[in-house]
């Protein structure tokens, strides 16, 4: 079964600084990589995705993913935050199996960012 | 157009009642997610959805939990009886397949405490 490892469970940052957050997966076949991010009282929504192609993803507010296939890692970076960026961040892999996508999140990343 | 319906948004209940979540999907999505998300970790599958057949199953509680989605559309999931370990929010989504992958939108969420 596959399996996601964030490494920061919890990161505090003031604002302007940059921000790496790291993703992890096992699994050796086909994946699609998503981060997510949930504001506070808010819904889990789309942040950014890799399914195919250029390895370096975009995403919402100045996001960006770099998928290393070798390293099976999916790391989430922006180059200077905000406070509003305060939020919980969740890396998730759909896998390949059969005709589906079975999808499995890591536990998850606090940031706090202070003004 | 309109997001994942959920409701309760809220239920406290005794351990050893049962409870049972709804949810509605988006319309035209044919896969449905149930997720548990315990404080402080990152969201579980519990079942997935592919109209009205089951994908995985492979992390529900089978002895104590049970989901439905007999038309294709809604589902619902049950829990019965609940244990105190239950307490969680519980989330749904619906996915469709595009461009060759599955993108994921997430209902608010219902939050259970067992007491």
């Known amino acids: 079964a596959q399996s996601v490892s964030q490494h920061n469970h919890h990161v505090i940052l003031s604002e302007a600084a940059s921000l790496e957050l790291g993703c992890n997966y096992s699994y050796g076949g086909t994946v699609n990589l998503f981060w997510y991010v949930q504001y506070p009282g808010q819904h889990l929504q789309l942040l950014l995705k890799?399914?195919?192609?250029?390895?370096l993803v975009k995403g919402i507010k100045g996001f960006e993913a770099e998928f290393i296939k070798s390293k099976f890692s999916f790391n989430l970076r922006k180059p200077s935050v905000q406070w509003s960026d305060t939020a919980e961040y969740f890396c998730?892999?759909?896998?390949?199996?059969?005709?589906?996508?079975?999808?499995?999140f890591g536990r998850g990343t606090s940031l706090i960012v202070h003004p | 157009e309109a997001g994942v319906a959920q409701s309760p948004r809220y239920k406290i209940i005794e351990k050893r009642q049962s409870v049972a979540f709804w949810c509605n999907p988006i319309?035209?999505?044919?896969?449905l997610y149930w997720y548990q998300q315990i404080l402080g970790q990152g969201p579980k599958l519990l079942i997935q959805?592919?109209?009205?057949?089951?994908?995985?199953d492979s992390q529900l509680p089978k002895d104590r939990f049970s989901a439905e989605r007999l038309k294709g559309v809604d589902s619902t999931l049950k829990i019965q009886p609940a244990k105190l370990e239950d307490s969680a929010v519980y989330l749904c989504a619906s996915s469709f397949k595009r461009l060759g992958f599955y993108e994921q939108y997430f209902g608010p969420g219902t939050r259970l405490t067992v007491t």
């Open positions: 890799y399914f195919s192609g250029d390895p």
């Open positions: 998730a892999v759909n896998a390949q199996a059969g005709g589906s996508y079975i999808p499995t």
């Open positions: 319309s035209g999505h044919a896969t």
């Open positions: 959805f592919q109209n009205n057949g089951v994908v995985d």
